[in-house]
C-alpha cells in the first residue's frame, strides 16, 4: 500500500492472505471473496454429482466406474474445498480491510 493510504486513515492495511499476481491465474481475476466461495461451492458440488452418477453406474454393472467416481470425488472435492478455505479466508481479509481502510481493497 501506499504512504498515502496509511496517512488518509492512521492505519496499516492488513496483509492479504493468498495474495494472487495480477493475471497469473483465473483465480486471481475473481476479486470478490464472495464469488470466489460460491464458484468452489459449485465445483465442490459437481464432485459429489458426479461421484453420485458414478455409483449409480456401479450400482448397473459397470466395472471400474466406482473407483472412477472416488477419483473425481476425491480431485473435485479436494479442489472445491481448497478454493472454499481460500474464499473464506479473503472474507474475512477483506471485512478486516474495509473495517481499518475505510473503503474496498480494490477501489
Not at 3 to 31: A, Y
Not at 70 to 97: D, N
Amino acid at each position: 500500500m501506499s504512504d498515502v493510504d496509511q496517512t488518509r486513515t492512521g492505519g496499516t492495511p492488513p496483509k492479504e492472505p493468498f495474495p494472487v499476481p495480477e493475471g497469473g491465474l483465473f483465480i486471481g481475476q475473481i476479486r470478490e471473496p464472495w464469488v470466489m466461495t460460491v464458484f468452489f461451492a459449485v465445483i465442490a458440488v459437481a464432485g459429489v454429482v458426479l461421484f453420485v452418477v458414478c455409483k449409480k453406474a456401479a450400482d448397473g454393472g459397470a466395472q471400474g466406474a466406482l473407483g472412477a467416481g472416488w477419483a473425481l470425488l476425491a480431485m473435485f472435492g479436494a479442489v472445491g474445498l481448497l478454493g472454499i478455505v481460500v474464499g473464506i479466508r479473503r472474507w474475512r481479509w477483506k471485512h478486516e480491510y474495509v473495517r481499518v481502510m475505510g473503503r474496498s481493497p480494490w477501489a
